[in-house]
């Protein structure tokens, strides 16, 4: 009997243990950053499902997906829970940060929350890929509706992206943001051409455990 038991538990510990090594898996699946961001096929085949999500944002909202991810690249490298760096007094002392944006889209609060109440998506979070790069599609949809920019435009729409609907009048005094949109426009041209010689592979069916 006592035997019986024991096999019983040792076979419960196992069972357990293997659940959270799952568990751990997943985690770090849903959580790492991708080895090469710079790289759109290195992604997708690292993180099959972010090419779903995206794919599925590129029909619903009609941003492609190479801008998607060169928005993302620039906002947060892929980093899940990415902030903004904090301010300094005096160079040295730590302070408050300049804005509330987080995640992989680097939303702010009031934005994200203008978002999930357009488009009834209420439990969408800033720590998750699916839900920024929906919130990166419903924002350059927009853009597209409010300023006339083509939603492959990728320098104009991450000038709006950055400085918002109504300060892209004033993005020609602004040499920073010209510096950056115009990174994010060679990165975006960059994943382009990459999509292009794995598409057809991306496309296939694919059987993934997570």
């Given at each position: 009997m006592t035997k019986l038991i024991s096999i019983s538990l040792i076979q419960k510990m196992k069972n357990n243990n293997f659940i959270l090594i799952l568990i751990l898996i997943f985690l770090n699946s849903?959580?790492?950053?991708?080895?090469?961001?710079?790289?759109?096929?290195?992604i997708f085949d690292e993180r099959y499902f972010w090419?779903?999500?995206s794919k599925k944002v590129e029909k619903k909202w009609g941003t492609p997906i190479y801008i998607q991810?060169?928005?993302?690249?620039?906002?947060?490298?892929?980093?899940?829970?990415?902030k903004p760096p904090r301010e300094k007094i005096f160079k040295v002392v730590p302070f408050k940060r300049p804005s509330s944006s987080f995640g992989y889209s680097q939303a702010v609060k009031g934005t994200w929350e203008q978002y999930k109440d357009?488009?009834?998506n209420k439990l969408a979070t800033r720590a998750?890929?699916?839900d920024s790069v929906d919130f990166i599609g419903w924002y350059t949809n927009k853009t597209e509706t409010i300023l006339r920019i083509s939603k492959k435009d990728a320098f104009k729409q991450y000038i709006a992206y950055h400085e918002g609907w109504g300060n892209f009048k004033y993005y020609k005094k602004n040499k920073k943001v010209i510096r950056l949109a115009k990174k994010v426009e060679k990165q975006s041209n960059?994943?382009?051409?990459?999509?292009?010689?794995?598409?057809?592979?991306?496309?296939?069916?694919?059987?993934?455990?997570?």
């Open positions: 849903c959580s790492s950053i991708p080895k090469n961001t710079s790289n759109s096929c290195s090419y779903k999500h991810l060169a928005i993302i690249k620039m906002e947060s490298d892929f980093d899940w829970l990415a357009e488009t009834g998750r890929f699916k960059i994943y382009k051409k990459q999509l292009i010689k794995c598409k057809n592979s991306l496309n296939k069916n694919k059987y993934v455990i997570f």
